[in-house]
């Protein structure tokens, strides 16, 4: 009688607002749109009431934008001055944030990005769940670009990946994405009590004017450690070498302007391996395997809580043991990799029609592994159950 003490009932839009809280976001820009607006409409809530300094003054700023066009242009040029800044949004949004997106990308620019997703395209269903914007945001922009992406799988991990997502954001010098869907974001959830962050917030690689005094300078994109992330600094650092040029046009590892192609190579093929270093940074996939299992399935995000049942149903009804990966992140962890060879089949489950997280996948795995994926999609906006998963795996086994 007493299991549900301690819990709360709280949407998961209501939670990514209280992490982004916690992460120390100050600078919040958005538009209204089905169904991400409660996430920065609980924003301004909690903000009001608990990050209003000593002489009854806003720490912070949140600016109602004209379109999402302008909430990324703004955010980006927040990450730019040291800001802690965020949007959110939804498929059509995501859409037209796409410039900026590259911009932050090639300029490297801290940002964070919540796309509740919805049921596309165009308008497609606004008040029904998906998951497909996986592909679009992945690659977001023109030309060759590559994001982090986040993909909380309960109300806890809404919490959780909000301030990991800012964390990642500065050290990484990149925008991440938070990728929820109106499932998640949208509908109450009973939760354990989330965790108090106790360690410090990450800024990354970030020179001080006193660590300027010390190097006696610095090269904005230059590579220095070897994990292809650079050094930044702020505006207003006091210091002569502190300042730099930010562009989205071509640059060298010292930030100057250059269209020379061993330039433009090298800060490409950098970014590449920066994208490579996120791997282990990210967080890691939970696996839930006995180790004998032939089957395996990878789900990620609100398809979570349907492979469980559904795995049950398959142990019981059928006496099929699988093992199970959930994905918590892309890049892709190498756990990902490991899971996929240690098994003869694995079932993707996913919320979109084009198997979405299998393309990704496939791109990242070696030709030989490959074959071993099959999918299990479900598309029809309202949320996956698990009986859909069984039947389709059951029916691809032939049984």
């Not at 709360?8 to 749109?33: C, E, R």
């Not at 308008?123 to 992406?149: E, I, N, W």
Request: proline share 5%.
């Amino acid at each position: 009688m007493d299991d549900t003490d301690g819990k709360s009932i709280i949407d998961g839009n209501a939670v990514a607002a209280l992490g982004a809280m916690f992460a120390g976001v100050t600078v919040v820009t958005w538009y209204p749109i089905t169904p991400s607006s409660s996430v920065c409409e609980q924003l301004i809530d909690y903000m009001k009431k608990y990050r209003i300094g000593s002489d009854g003054k806003a720490t912070f700023a949140i600016v109602q934008a004209e379109d999402e066009l302008a909430a990324i242009g703004m955010v980006m040029g927040a990450g730019w001055a040291g800001a802690r800044a965020m949007t959110s949004t939804s498929g059509p949004g995501i859409s037209l944030m796409a410039e900026f997106a590259g911009l932050g990308y090639y300029a490297e620019i801290p940002a964070v990005i919540f796309d509740i997703q919805r049921v596309g395209p165009s308008t497609g269903l606004p008040t029904r769940t998906a998951q497909g914007d996986l592909l679009f945001t992945a690659y977001l922009s023109h030309g060759d670009t590559k994001h982090v992406m986040l993909l909380p799988g309960s109300v806890s991990e809404c919490f959780s990946m909000a301030i990991e997502a800012f964390d990642l954001a500065e050290q990484l010098q990149t925008p991440v994405f938070v990728m929820s869907d109106l499932d998640l974001g949208m509908n109450n959830w009973m939760s354990d009590p989330f965790v108090y962050p106790e360690k410090p917030l990450q800024r990354g690689k970030l020179l001080t004017a006193e660590d300027l005094r010390r190097l006696g300078g610095f090269a904005r994109y230059k590579d220095v450690d070897g994990d292809a992330i650079p050094y930044r600094t702020l505006p207003g650092t006091d210091h002569p070498a502190a300042a730099y040029f930010t562009r989205g046009s071509g640059h060298n590892e010292r930030a100057q302007y250059s269209e020379r192609p061993d330039d433009y190579h090298n800060n490409m093929e950098r970014l590449a391996r920066k994208f490579e270093t996120a791997r282990s940074l990210v967080p890691k996939p939970e696996i839930v395997a006995d180790g004998t299992s032939k089957i395996g399935i990878i789900a990620f995000g609100t398809s979570d809580y349907a492979v469980r049942e559904s795995r049950d149903q398959l142990a019981h009804e059928y006496r099929m043991g699988t093992d199970y990966l959930r994905v918590r992140a892309f890049p892709f962890n190498r756990d990902v990799h490991q899971f996929v060879e240690k098994h003869e089949r694995v079932y993707l489950v996913e919320q979109n029609r084009d198997a979405q997280m299998m393309s990704l996948l496939k791109l990242d795995l070696a030709p030989t592994e490959i074959s071993k994926l099959r999918s299990v999609r479900h598309f029809n906006g309202l949320p996956i159950d698990a009986r859909s998963v069984t039947d389709d795996i059951i029916s691809q086994e032939g049984k």
